[in-house]
């Protein structure tokens, strides 16, 4: 089916390579296919000099992707899904979701350092990150580290640990991976240790409700168990009212017809942490997820989110 297809792209390296992929797939199904790729600029890209925490967390690398979708300047935007807020404005919708890559964490020690793994460095170790949720984590599997916090693309972080003397970093695995700095990894973080952030490591393309056109070449991509898993993993966040200034972790698994989904939600200095785990058939992974954040909620984490929010609002 030869067609015209306009995608959307923030301009981080690993947001190309992202787009890039979605379109060397696309290419593959249908040779006739003429795509054009747009880079646009978010106001996550834009400010760069203050966490993430600090400026907001609805749609902070999405919002001027989705306003160019509905302005009919582009036909569909592809997503890292961690990034795309749990509401999909009005004429919106996720068409949709790429196989996920490995959602692990990894700790990438500074080179010249000579401990790698991170139960292994030195008491007031320094680890860098920008993340909320894996300093919570980190912090509470390792109440004597310091974290600092870090922005920037993937090759910009790696490059200030490379020229600090902070002990390592924490990244995402899928990222690393993706942009060939794999061989950086020193140590791939249990999940006992840090659980993911929702959607990490699958992509989401999102397109305006309604367009036969593109949905139809979209529905070739669509991967059902990465669909269902995130599905799961979204709900949750969503009934725990989520976002970049919550530290909140959560991964879903699909084996046979069965979805098992775990999650936690820590303080902000990671001295408290509430975990849990949910299973049921994958057909209901939405009640999966708001069960499980119920769960949650009652264990304490409505304290520990009450807390962190009454803090971040003053």
């Known amino acids: 089916m030869p067609s015209n297809i306009r995608i959307g792209t923030r301009g981080s390296e690993l947001a190309l390579w992202q ?22 600029k978010t106001t996550g ?18 919002k001027e992707l989705e306003v160019a979708l509905l302005d009919e300047r582009i036909d569909l935007a592809v997503h ?6 749990t509401a999909i404005p009005e ?27 991170f139960m292994t460095l030195p ?11 894996r300093k919570c984590q980190a912090l509470n599997a390792r109440q004597d580290i310091q974290i600092v916090d870090i922005r920037g ?6 490059k200030k640990l490379d020229e ?23 140590e791939i973080l249990p999940f006992e240790i840090m659980l993911p952030a929702v959607g990490q490591g699958a992509l989401a393309i999102e397109m305006r409700s309604g367009d036969k056109r593109v949905e139809e070449l979209l529905r070739t991509l669509h991967h059902l168990p990465t669909a269902l898993t995130v599905t799961a993993e979204r709900s949750l966040l969503r009934h725990l009212e989520g976002g970049c200034q919550i530290p909140i972790g959560a991964y879903g698994q699909v084996q046979g017809n069965e979805l098992r989904l775990d999650a936690v939600i820590g303080s902000l ?13 994958f057909a209901d992974a939405e009640r999966i997820g708001i069960e499980l954040a119920e769960e949650l909620l009652k264990r304490g984490g409505k304290e520990i989110l009450d807390e962190i929010r009454n803090i971040t609002s003053s």
């Open 19 to 40: 787009t890039h992929h979605v379109k060397t797939l696309l290419e593959g199904r249908f040779p006739d296919i003429i795509i054009d790729v747009q880079t646009i």
């Open 45 to 62: 890209d834009k400010i760069l000099d203050a966490p993430l925490a600090k400026i907001g967390d609805k749609g902070l690398f999405t």
């Open 80 to 85: 890292s899904f961690k990034d795309v807020p």
């Open 153 to 158: 693309n993937l090759n910009t972080r790696i």
């Open 164 to 186: 600090s003397n902070w002990d390592g970093i924490i990244l995402a695995k899928a990222g690393v991976t993706r942009l060939g700095w794999a061989q950086r990894i020193t």
């Open 91 to 117: 004429g919106l919708a996720i068409a949709a979701v790429l196989e996920r890559e490995d959602v692990h964490d990894v700790f990438i020690g500074h080179p010249k350092s000579p401990n790698q793994l």
């Open 269 to 281: 200095d990671g001295k408290r942490i509430v975990k849990g785990s949910r299973s049921g058939n």
């Open 123 to 133: 008491h007031h170790a320094v680890i860098a990150t920008g993340s909320l949720r």
